[in-house]
């Protein structure tokens, strides 16, 4: 009987993609649009998708009318199931083997909730179950996928990657996150500039990036340049 969590496609690649989410809202979780534009992409290309998020309480909690933090808690994993309408496993049960690729959409909860780069900038840490998942794919030879702020988890996972986070130039309206590809430098990863429909691919380490909501800009070119790196990740599955 057919996967339930397979998608069907008249050209299916056959590809088992994992996703990993880190909540649901820019401020303090996955970004909605990014995390939407992967699936579609993936859904388009006729790939297996399985989705992760880590099981644990975010960073806060963010008002995303206000910007202002709340008192509550939510946690990372349940949250991530709004996006995934409900279809959602733990990532410390993911199994590199049964999948070919993967991909981390942005939003603050890269830098949150998969890290704490939001608060310790080029210090940061990396949360160690994203860590040692990522350092599985990349030693088995399977393509990873970031964008937005989360290709800065590749840069301190992974030694001299290269990432692109869109500019590199600070002070523009454009790129109000431009501050983001010097903490790539600071952390010996390699940053190269490109524009918002464009991806880089760092062909020795299988990783692909591209800037989405780096860039101040209108949805269709974010959805435009995530579907160009979820191609070139695809490619290289």
């Known amino acids: 009987s057919p996967n339930p969590k397979a998608v069907v496609s008249t050209q299916s690649t056959g590809r088992k993609v994992a996703v990993v989410l880190s909540g649901c809202g820019v ?17 388009r290309a006729g ?3 399985s989705i992760y ?3 644990k309480d975010q960073f806060h909690v963010v008002d995303h009318t206000s910007g202002s933090e709340m008192s509550e808690k939510r946690n990372v994993l349940k949250e991530s199931a709004r996006i995934a ?5 733990s990532l410390d049960g993911i199994v590199t083997a049964d999948h070919d690729a993967i991909i981390i959409p942005g939003g603050f909860g890269a830098a949150k909730n998969l890290s704490n780069f939001a608060v310790e900038g080029p210090n940061m840490e990396v949360d160690e179950t994203v860590s040692k998942v990522l350092k599985e794919f990349h030693g088995a030879g399977k393509p990873i996928g970031l964008c937005c702020i989360a290709p800065v988890i590749a840069a301190k996972v992974f030694e001299g990657v290269e990432v692109t986070v869109g500019s590199d130039v600070e002070g523009q309206d454009k790129w109000p996150y431009a501050g983001a590809a010097g903490a790539v430098k600071a952390m010996g990863g390699q940053h190269v500039v490109t524009d918002v429909n464009q991806t880089h691919i760092d062909t020795k380490n299988k990783v692909v ?29």
Do not use: N, Q
């Open 27 to 43: 401020y303090d979780g996955s970004e909605v649009h990014e995390a939407s534009a992967v699936m579609t992409h993936l859904s």
């Open 47 to 49: 790939a297996e998708v």
């Open 53 to 55: 998020a880590p099981d």
């Open 85 to 89: 309408r409900g279809k959602v496993s």
């Open 209 to 237: 990036t591209t800037p989405a909501f780096m860039c101040e800009t209108a949805v269709h070119e974010i959805y435009d340049g995530v579907g160009k790196m979820v191609e070139e990740v695809l490619k290289l599955a």
